[in-house]
């Protein structure tokens, strides 16, 4: 949860710029997008895992309390 944190304080941080962006603040901005894209995704990929998780652990217990 700290990288959503993280990236969420950055976002926070920002603010409307006065000026138009220059090419490459423009580049730096959307390298940011994409890292945050990547960390999104790879929370995903955990989020999911840990549900895949929790089922096999329920789908025992249950398995357990049928067999006694």
Do not use: T
């Not at 920002?14 to 940011?32: C, F, H, N, T």
């Not at 890292?35 to 990929?45: G, I, V």
Request: hydrophobic content about 35%; charged content about 45%; proline content about 4%.
């Amino acid at each position: 949860m700290s990288r959503i944190r993280r990236a969420m304080s950055k976002l926070a941080g920002r603010r409307k710029p006065q000026r138009p962006a220059s090419s490459p603040e423009i580049a730096r901005l959307e390298g940011e997008i994409a890292e945050l894209r990547r960390e999104l995704d790879e929370l995903r990929s955990e989020a999911r895992r840990a549900a895949e998780l929790y089922d096999l652990v329920f789908e025992g217990l249950r398995r357990e309390d049928a067999a006694r």
